[in-house]
């Protein structure tokens, strides 16, 4: 059986030769699509390769009693397999019959065109492993890929790449987990012509923005396509009708910069010559060909699709395509007619994320300003990076000057439901700092004041387009309102890693302190098991871990009962947490009877944690009191700390001693309290800093001691949305990060990111 299959001899047959992705690209090469040429290394020949160098038995022996939840070991071994299989010499036959195909796909390109010289031209080499893209699971994104890959040599080097990437720590876990045998998962590996692309973009078979199935809409700019997706550059934007074809809009925006592959391979920026600025990017020919070529991939595949594609001396190319998973079809109902505003247009800009919003205006011209973002703020600025997105969620609109559809803020806004418009161009010029203004992004303008729109109610759209991402870190959710658990859980997180009281307090109307001093325990038990329940009911089979009631003397004033809490000098430092339960223990104990009782109904994924703890013997008495109420902590319900202050840091191994399931780092509180900066202080909010080496060392030494005495390790904040803070907690070792739920598939994502990155720099010391 020959080694190499091409595209064209693939069909919807070959998964178990050319893996998930090389049957795709079949499927799509098949159909006449303009695929980049490129063949399947078979995924027989990688099980030819492990069989003649004798490595088969040695990987099986690597895996043989893997506990694969014991995270370092997990990666010791997945290093330990890739690095035997990169060191092991290909076979001379082997090596020849994929480099000369390789020379083969050159030769067959250089018919086409004359700018290649010899046999080596650039190729995608990409992995494909066998069990993926199934319907019943998906290994989507768990092996490698090396682009502008050039050479014999190299390709070889790509290739075993590959196959050793079958191994990755991630992908271990994935195949534990799902119950797929190690040795029946293969991989075939992809060689593709690279597109040098003079033109590129993103073309979306519906309108993302207003999820109308019958529109197309395409981006387009000069050079590559990477300045669209990081939002550098705003690309025209063109929006045709799906069955006509019949080009309904096109806006040109000012295209200053974009990116071309020099001859070595690398990216560069390049100035755009004034005159082709404003120029339409792509003709109208252009435009009709890429939408003829969406509708006909959306046919086949019966699902809306979001496409990557490029041009190449005027030739289209398809280089992805895959689900639109944000997309929701709209209900089949007649909606009132929407009535035009009467207002003062002040800016104009393109829909990222339908609907209407007002408030005041607060312009970021650098990341160190966001903590002026307050709940219900409209964010105004440039444009938006991954690290803007714990403001992003405080925003209640958000207004760029750059971007397009399938920018940074284009993406996140639609995930959370916010209001978004990008590519206003002077948003930043034109709006001032307070200024009250409304955003109506379903049509693309901003009003000056508050203006009254008339519109049909737009749905928020699930937060789940990450969720088939595994990493070996647990990705849980923070969760504050019962009401949102349904939608909370479809973000496929893997479980509530903070569930705060205070919220459902709040909505209770009663301060916990008056429902004792009238002798109301119950009530207040009640309240609390009602939320707790419906958040543990969605996430059933799923860990929700519960924080006893955090309530500092100054927040819940307006509370009845509010106006007996005692006046303190700095409430942030106060009577508050584990201290202020333990001295009125009524309060405890009815939160501790309330997952109590809820347990008694079945739902025992429900867990607790103190918060504030300073000391062992706080830790001690609280299980007592547990006890007492007929639970047996760390046996009967997982029973954990919140790590929030430096004295918990310090005192953690006597912590361990008591007896504990879990820790869980609070960050906001550790790194104040570590740092001396009170983080509602604005004049030295540039000072705060989680990543300072004093609470690094902190979260070091915890997580150190809790592996020691078999604890689990979390973190419930923002922070974990920070790629260096989520490299360190995954370079420590932490068991799981939790999130506000429209951070989860971001988070997902980047530590999915860095755990791949950090098992590569592992193993380049070792070479």
């Known amino acids: 059986m020959s080694r190499i299959a091409w595209f064209k001899d693939l ?8 893996g998930g992705k090389g049957t795709n690209l079949g499927i799509m090469f098949n159909l006449g699509l303009p695929v980049p040429p490129g063949f399947a290394i078979t995924a027989q020949t990688y099980q030819e390769f492990i069989d003649r160098t004798g490595i088969r038995l040695r990987i099986e022996q690597f895996l043989q009693q893997l506990n694969v939840e014991d995270t370092k070991t997990l990666q010791e071994v997945a290093q330990k397999i890739q690095k035997l299989i990169e060191s092991a010499p290909v076979p001379e036959d082997i090596a020849e019959e994929i480099a000369d195909n390789y020379e083969l796909l050159g030769a067959d390109y250089r018919k086409a065109s004359q700018l290649v010289t010899g046999n080596n ?25 090396f682009l502008n890959i050039k050479g014999r040599e190299e390709v070889i080097t790509a290739v075993r790449s590959c196959w050793a990437s079958l191994f990755t720590a991630r992908a271990i876990y994935y195949r534990e987990k799902n119950k797929f045998p190690h040795m029946k998962v293969l991989i075939s590996v992809i060689i593709q012509k690279m597109v040098n692309a003079t033109h590129s973009g993103i073309m979306f078979t519906i309108n993302p923005a207003t999820n109308n199935a019958h529109e197309i809409v395409i981006e387009a700019t000069y050079g590559l396509g990477e300045m669209i997706v990081g939002g550098e550059v705003n690309p025209d934007l063109y929006i045709v009708d799906k069955s006509s074809r019949e080009i309904k809009k096109i806006e040109i925006k000012k295209k200053e910069m974009a990116m071309f592959r020099t001859e070595s391979g690398r990216n560069e920026k390049r100035a755009i010559p004034a005159a082709e600025q404003t120029r339409q990017a792509i003709s109208d020919v252009h435009i009709k060909e890429l939408a003829r070529y969406g509708k006909k991939i959306e046919d086949h595949y019966g699902l809306p699709q979001d496409i990557e594609w490029a041009i190449e001396k005027d030739q289209v190319y398809i280089v992805q395509s895959r689900a639109v998973t944000t997309f929701k079809p709209k ?52 444009m938006t990076t991954p690290d803007m997105v714990p403001a992003m969620q405080r925003a209640g609109a958000i207004v760029t000057n750059e971007g397009g559809m399938t920018c940074h803020a284009a993406i996140v806004s639609r995930e959370m439901g916010t209001p978004c418009i990008v590519g206003t161009e002077h948003a930043t010029e034109v709006l001032k700092e307070g200024q009250l203004i409304t955003v109506h992004a379903s049509r693309g303008i901003v009003y000056e004041g508050k203006v009254q729109v008339a519109q049909e109610k737009i749905s928020a759209t699930p937060i789940n387009a990450g969720a088939d991402i595994i990493t070996a870190t647990e990705i849980k959710v923070i969760l504050d309102l019962p009401d949102v658990a349904e939608h909370a859980a479809a973000s496929g997180a893997d479980g509530v890693g903070l569930v705060r009281l205070e919220i459902m307090i709040a909505n209770g109307g009663i301060h916990p302190a008056e429902y004792i001093r009238q002798g109301r325990e119950n009530d207040y038990v009640q309240l609390l098991k009602e939320g707790i329940r419906t958040i543990a009911k969605a996430f059933a089979a799923k860990p929700v871990w519960v924080r006893c009631s955090d309530l500092r003397s100054d927040e819940y004033r307006n509370l ?85 202050t430096p ?91 939790s999130a506000n739920v429209d951070a989860i598939d971001t988070i997902r994502r980047i530590v999915a990111k860095t755990e791949r990155k950090l098992l590569l720099d592992a193993e380049r010391e070792r070479q």
Not at 11 to 18: I, M, N, Q, R
Not at 342 to 350: A, M
Not at 583 to 601: C, G, M, T, V
Not at 728 to 737: A, E, N, T
């Open 331 to 382: 209900e089949n109902k007649l909606s009132p007619e929407i009535q035009e505003e009467e207002g003062k247009i002040i800016l104009k800009g393109e829909t990222a994320s339908s609907g209407v919003y007002t408030g005041r205006v607060k312009i970021i011209n650098d990341p160190s300003e966001l903590d002026r973002i307050e709940k219900g703020d409209i964010l105004v600025t440039t």
């Open 560 to 644: 009845e009962g509010g106006s007996s809490e005692p006046k303190e000098s700095d409430p942030m430092i106060g009577w508050h947490g584990i201290r202020r339960l333990l001295d009125q223990p009524a309060i405890l104990r009815a939160e501790f009877k309330a997952i109590r009782e809820l347990h008694y109904e079945g739902l025992k994924n429900v867990g607790v944690m103190i918060p504030f703890v300073i000391r062992a013997n706080e830790v001690r008495t609280a299980k007592e009191m547990m006890r007492e109420i007929g639970l047996e902590p760390c046996k009967a319900i997982d029973f954990g700390v919140m790590i929030e």
């Open 647 to 737: 004295a918990s840091c310090w005192v953690i191994e006597d912590i361990c001693k008591e007896g504990i399931s879990f820790v869980s780092f609070g960050t906001n509180d550790l790194t104040q309290l570590t740092l001396g900066i009170d983080r509602n202080n604005s004049r030295i909010a540039r000072l705060f800093d989680e990543l300072h080496p004093a609470v690094l060392g902190e979260m070091a030494k915890v997580i150190r001691v809790c592996k020691k005495y078999g604890v689990k390790t979390s973190l419930c904040g923002q922070s974990g949305s920070n790629p260096a803070m989520a490299e360190f907690l995954v370079h420590q070792g932490i068991d799981s990060i």
């Open 11 to 18: 069909d919807k047959d070959s998964l178990s030769v050319a």
């Open 121 to 145: 031209v650039f190729v995608a080499v990409r992995s494909s492993a066998t069990a993926e893209d199934l319907p019943e699971a998906s290994f989507a994104g768990q092996q490698a890929t």
